[in-house]
């Protein structure tokens, strides 16, 4: 019964103090909407790339040489990642697909349109591991492979940008000087930041590597996919014996290769967009550290103000600890209502703000840690002003005008 | 201690330190209160009458002697110990009223139950506020009421808690003379009834009321005058009754 009179005891004297009330709100308000709106938008932005990760296939495996993944091995200590390589990995238990791969950035021309793109060279796999679809032709075979035959499969960004409406099937494209002919569309998977699944050309790796990048051994990664994520480790440990064993690597010799597979890809992704989400948190935090600054700074006014009010209080029996219990629930109330208030306009603003491509995505954990914390900085910066109060001396208390 | 005797205070002494001279603002006092006693304590400024206020309300304590309210020693208690005291067995009415200003009178009355997690707090003060014939002004705050009538909730809320003692510093000090006469009247039923007051004043009109009047100097007891019992407030003597 005290507790709701001390409730409304402090509702009114807000009440009494509108504009001040309200001013001291603000600052919880922004501080809460400001670490509501980063949180959705940390986890936005990790939800978006977890997102992309995934959508680039399942329980797959990537092989990169000697830990570069760009260039193809330059120092002759270390062998480059070959198609015997590739074969050999095939035979390894639990595999499921494996492909070949060599990347190059090049002019891609159709009658007078000209677009510049990823050309993709690899096995007819690639499109299982990886998780795209064709949507009209078919995509190449292992018999295009086997023939170095001049076929493309191109994707539906680049389908749009040479051929605008008109069915690419059949046509044929010049990619750098050498000519294909397109037999396949891919379906869109939309478009990731700076990458783009969407504008690339895909050609049998064995066409690539001979007519277009004159090179027959290194590849620029191998991709495959292997049949259940239990099995990732196991793959992955096996791909490096199989691999120290070909490249003729002897006890103590460091990795010519660098294996990543999708799961510590993941890992990384979930790692890095919390710690993104926690460091875009902790900036916002600094605000509500600001409002329950304000809110220490009301309540001592408060407190002096009401010297009188504690002084009945005491000499009709008040304890120290009612007295501390009833500042405190006032600054808790103050932080709360400005909490509440913080967390509708933070939903608010995540919904609205966006980032690049990342927009906000609110949880309720993250509104229950705000209401939390605003909690616990009523609390906390109410403390000292109520502590004060409850050791307030009764007569001079009395005597206060 | 007997039974009669509800409060007794044996070589009560209290100094103050101001600046660098120390002041003896009671020196040595004794006195007994019975239950069911009027008193009155009066002095000048300076006298110790408020210092002697404190202590007998509990919001303060003696450096020496000693204090016995109702067959308890409260003179060595301290803090929330004294909170307690004050909450069960003392009723404060002040000069100024000092009612909270945003709380309904009812609310008012109360507060010092629910301090006692009284659950029947709503019903006694109900009652309260009607023994002092306030019974249809309950949901009036302060600011509506008028001196008189805060005054009568300020002696509910002290009557409330069916205290030991109620202690009136000067009860009647902010009241013109006719409504400071109802007040007493009102003190004196509520004597009637029971209950032992205790008037802190520097009026001898309103302690002229009292059973007893205790004067005091310079923080000793120097007179002890027994007044007619229940002197009703004259029509004749309006001019002097309120400072």
Known sequence: MLFWTTI???????????????????GMIIGVAAVIAMLALGNGAKKRILGWVSRMGKNTITIFPHNSKIAPVLNGSADPLSL???RAILKIPHVKYVSPVVTAWQPVKWGGNFTTCNIVGCA????????????????FTDYDCQDIASVAVIG????????????????TITVSTVRFKVVGVLVPKGRHGWFDPDNQVLLPYTTAMTDLMGRLVALNHIDLQVDHAANLNRVQAACQRVLRLRHSLIYGDEDDFWISNQLQVLKMANRIGGAFTLFLG????????????????????TVTERTREIGIRKAIGARRRDILRQFLIESMIISLLGGLMGVGAGIVAAHYVKFRSFSGHVEPSMVFLALSISAA????????????????????????? | MGQRELLEITNL?????????DVLALDAVNLVISRGEMLAITGPSGSGKSTLMNILGCLDTADSGSYMLAGEDVSKLAGDQLAAIRNRRIGFVFQNFNLLPRLSALENVELPLLYASRHDAKTLARAALTTVGLADRTHHEPNQLSGGQRQRVAIARALVTDPAIILADEPTG???????RDILDLFHRLNQAGSTIIIVTHDHEVARHCGREVQLRDGRIVAEVQHAPHCQPSTTKETTAAA
């Open chain 2, 174 to 180: 902010n009241l013109d003379s006719q409504v400071g």
């Open chain 1, 282 to 301: 902790s900036v916002a935090g600094i605000s509500l550290l600001v409002g329950g600054i304000g809110i220490m700074n009301i309540m001592l006014v």
């Open chain 1, 156 to 171: 539906p960004e680049t389908a749009e940008r040479l051929f605008g409406s008109q069915d690419p099937i059949g046509r």
């Open chain 2, 13 to 21: 002494t209290k100094r103050y330190r101001i600046g660098d001279t």
């Open chain 1, 84 to 86: 015997g390589d590739a």
């Open chain 1, 377 to 401: 900085i009523g609390i906390f910066f109410g403390y000292y002003p109520a502590r004060r109060a409850a050791a307030l001396n009764p007569i001079e208390a009395l005597r206060y005008e």
């Open chain 1, 8 to 26: 409304k005891i402090a509702l009114r004297s807000m009440l009494a103090n509108k504009l001040r009330a309200i001013l001291t709100m603000l």
């Open chain 1, 124 to 139: 007819p796999t690639y499109i299982k591991i990886h998780d795209f679809k064709v949507q009209s032709g078919a995509m």
